[in-house]
């Protein structure tokens, strides 16, 4: 169960509520006006949760690598030419003439 806790006892009780992250895996909500405003998770929770998400991120890019293959060894690519010809990158735009009008 999640510990909150409001800002004003934070402020009296920051030890204690520290130290009570040592003994408990469990984050302290801290809510002010009633509402969650931060969130205190232990040091080495927090380097859990760290790496955790370094893992998540490659994986994902594993996941991406995977499917890029899948769709090379299908035919379902794109050479670098049609894509830029597909974005209009590199076509050169005509320049617009100016009129130029002289004075009399």
Known sequence: MRK????????RQAG??????????EPVVITQR????????SAER???IEEDLQRLDELELLE???LAREA?????TLSHAKVKKQLG???????????VRRAR
């Open 46 to 48: 927090y380097t859990q």
């Open 64 to 66: 991406m690598v995977k």
């Open 4 to 11: 909150i806790v409001p800002i004003t006892d934070l402020q």
């Open 72 to 76: 090379q060894a299908a035919g379902e």
């Open 89 to 99: 990158v590199g076509q050169k735009a005509q320049p617009k003439r100016r009129t």
């Open 34 to 41: 009633g509402r969650a405003a931060a969130v205190i998770v």
């Open 16 to 25: 204690q509520v520290i130290s009570s992250l040592a003994d408990s895996d």
